[in-house]
């Protein structure tokens, strides 16, 4: 079993900063505050799961039919290969949604006291474009233009899918050093599959954007909050066992992700 312990993650985040709230209106004489999790974090929380999910699902059949392609079996798995090309599908539709759901906290009304007033888009494609203009406020602004390495390619391949008909296929390659590789191409655009590319270190390297947006984002909220409140969250340490670590895991297993918050083990 796979044990993933990580200090940056938003569900665990504003737990303690609820409970946090809950110990300054006690030191005020005041009644709890009675907040409850904002919505946009419930909706974040069910499609990191989905997320995960898709990931698993896409690596269990995308290895089903390579395995089939080194003859351990009779013949090729093509069932295997279409469900990976719909699981695929699904790991850009869902990391849209998910990075939609992020937006939705950043704009929720209890976690925004410096800009009462102020409406910031519901998309993160719209958010990202005020950052890259500098129309964000200063700090937040940062939190969202270093996505710039990910996030485009990542919005167009998702876009592609749901407004231009495309159906991706999955080819299969040699990197440099003679290792198979899985590549996606577009018969829409009727473009070879990328070369250069293998699709477990592209999946990867989204997730890893992902997670670094994340960890941008709750250093963002640490400086506001003590700003606001004079104290922040001590960041505890999330236990991630099994699927429930797939974002994670493949950010640092194929993405190159690493972060001093994050321990990963394995019995």
Not at 7 to 17: A, F, R
Not at 176 to 205: C, H, V, W
Request: proline share 3%; charged share 30%; glycine share 6%.
């Amino acid at each position: 079993m796979r044990m993933i312990h990580s200090k940056n993650c938003i569900e665990s985040y504003l737990g303690e900063w609820l409970e946090c709230m809950n110990v300054i209106a006690r030191a005020k004489g005041k009644p709890s505050s009675g907040l409850t999790i904002p919505q946009p974090v419930q909706s974040l929380m069910r499609h990191e799961l989905n997320l995960c999910l898709m990931i698993e699902l896409f690596d269990e059949h995308l290895t089903r039919f390579e395995r089939s392609l080194n003859g351990e079996k009779a013949d090729c798995d093509f069932d295997a290969y279409f469900k990976a090309t719909a699981f695929l599908d699904a790991i850009y539709l869902f990391s849209r949604m998910l990075l939609d759901c992020a937006v939705g906290i950043v704009r929720h009304r209890d976690l925004d006291k410096s800009e009462k007033g102020r409406e910031f888009p519901k998309s993160f494609d719209d958010m990202y474009k005020k950052s890259v203009k500098g129309e964000l406020p200063d700090k937040l602004n940062t939190v969202f233009s270093e996505c710039k390495t990910w996030f485009p390619e990542l919005k167009d391949r998702r876009d592609a899918i749901v407004h231009e008909y495309e159906t991706y296929f999955i080819a299969f390659g040699q990197d440099s050093k003679g290792e198979k590789t899985a590549q996606q191409f577009s018969p829409l655009r009727n473009t070879q599959a990328m070369s250069n590319e293998d699709l477990r270190s592209y999946i990867g390297m989204v997730m890893a954007g992902y997670q670094s947006f994340v960890d941008r984002l709750l250093d963002y909220w640490d400086e506001m909050f003590r700003s606001w409140y004079g104290m922040s969250s001590s960041r505890n340490s999330t236990i991630l066992a099994g699927r429930r670590g797939n974002i994670l895991w493949w950010a640092y297993r194929y993405g190159r992700y690493r972060n001093d918050n994050l321990l990963i083990s394995e019995s």
